[in-house]
């Protein structure tokens, strides 16, 4: 038998289960990213997961979900690959969801997309942080009302 030729340092991080229903997700990544916008160790930038930039750590709102709720803050690079692979993809439902991808994200968490439930048009937090919460607040009634 041949020994494998590259071993692997990088460890699986766990952390609380997450929701299983996007609208749950949605409003538990909307919470915490209300929390981040107010930390002075946080910068906002729907561009990055979880890296450091300028002595901060940037996040995006599915980062905002690894600090808060996961509680994954020792460690500033934070790529989503090194979760297990359930909250991976719901992490990346998230993040399909920023853009309104409404019905990508929703198939990424292993579930169907109802006919009735559309993607979005949705306001870049760059461009409006205000609009942008508002449209994922019509988002989370969207999928409440699709049982989602």
């Known amino acids: 038998m041949s020994k494998p030729t590259h071993y692997s340092t990088f460890v699986v991080v766990s952390g609380p289960p997450l929701p ?10 909307m919470k915490d990213l209300a ?3 107010r930390s002075p160790l946080y910068r906002v930038d729907m ?11 940037s996040v995006c709102m ?10 994954h803050k020792d ?20 993040d ?14 292993g579930l169907s997309a109802k006919s009735s439930l559309v993607n979005r048009n949705v306001v870049s937090y760059e461009n409006s942080p205000e609009f942008f919460r508002n449209d ?10 699709a049982l989602l």
């Not at 599915?62 to 509680?71: D, P, Q, S, Y």
């Open 62 to 71: 599915a980062g905002a979900v690894m600090t808060r709720f996961l509680h």
């Open 47 to 57: 561009r990055t997961f979880h890296s450091p930039e300028r002595g901060l750590c």
């Open 20 to 29: 299983d229903l996007p609208s749950e997700l949605l409003e538990l990544a």
């Open 136 to 145: 994922m607040a019509e988002m989370i009634s969207d999928l409440k009302c």
């Open 35 to 37: 929390t981040v916008e």
């Open 96 to 109: 399909m969801m920023r853009v309104g991808n409404v019905r990508a994200a929703v198939r990424t968490m």
């Open 75 to 94: 460690l500033c690079t934070s790529p989503v690959g090194m979760f297990d692979e359930v909250t991976a993809m719901k992490l990346m439902a998230l």
